[in-house]
């Protein structure tokens, strides 16, 4: 994503305007677009990594990804976070268009945005990742930890998100009978690039 996609893909999610410019000029970019045609189906958003972040709502906040709180690794610079992935959509609202989702067009996306920071030259990719429960994956927009290691990432710490427990009970995201500690597990997974 360039300073040419403001205003023409969906960014509600990643912040003011003025705030994903600012991005872009401090990365190059602030997310790896997915089109089918001209149709905007998917972003992976990422920032700069800040071991510092807190997210002032809890998981209803974006910054929400670069929380690790007392589990933040220590990271050498420059070290992109993971943010959300949006498969499945098509404008600017929280709706998703599920011809797009269970596609593998997510993992596409990390493995192009792990492409490009290689290029890019960053040194390291911390990502948070959640429980493999489907229901879970698809309302958080994100990945297990199982994709992550996949491509090289190890997980630094796992921990049970509290408030993202008391929502997956509430939304009934797992099978009655499912251990809800498991279905609220993140991991902070790290990757370190090579020739860094």
């Known amino acids: 994503m360039t300073t040419d996609d403001v205003g023409r893909?969906?960014?509600?999610?990643?912040?003011?305007?003025?705030?994903?410019?600012?991005?872009?000029?401090?990365?190059?970019?602030?997310?790896?677009?997915?089109?089918?045609?001209?149709?905007?189906?998917?972003?992976?958003?990422?920032?700069?990594?800040?071991p510092g972040v807190r997210s002032p709502r809890g998981l209803h906040d974006p910054l929400y990804w670069a929380d690790f709180g007392d589990q933040a690794p220590r990271l050498p610079e420059p070290t992109l976070a993971v943010f959300c992935y949006h498969v499945g959509q098509l404008d600017d609202t929280d709706a998703r268009d599920p011809r797009y989702q269970g596609r593998g067009l997510g993992i596409r996306l990390l493995d192009a945005l792990l492409a490009w920071a290689r290029r890019e030259g960053f040194a390291?990719?911390?990502?948070?990742?959640?429980s493999p429960e489907r229901?879970?994956?698809?309302?958080?927009?994100?990945?297990?930890?199982?994709?992550?290691?996949?491509?090289?990432?190890?997980?630094?710490?796992?921990?049970?998100?509290?408030?993202?427990?008391?929502?997956?009970?509430?939304?009934?995201?797992?099978?009655?009978g499912h251990d809800l500690d498991e279905a609220a597990r993140v991991a902070c997974c790290v990757l370190r690039l090579p020739g860094r």
């Open 9 to 50: 893909v969906p960014i509600r999610h990643q912040g003011e305007p003025d705030e994903v410019r600012r991005r872009i000029a401090d990365l190059g970019s602030s997310a790896i677009l997915a089109f089918d045609g001209a149709q905007h189906v998917a972003q992976l958003q990422f920032r700069r990594y800040e």
């Open 135 to 176: 229901a879970v994956m698809a309302f958080m927009g994100a990945q297990r930890a199982a994709v992550y290691e996949s491509r090289g990432f190890a997980a630094a710490a796992t921990w049970v998100d509290s408030e993202l427990r008391v929502l997956v009970e509430e939304r009934r995201l797992v099978a009655a």
């Open 124 to 130: 390291a990719v911390v990502a948070k990742a959640v």
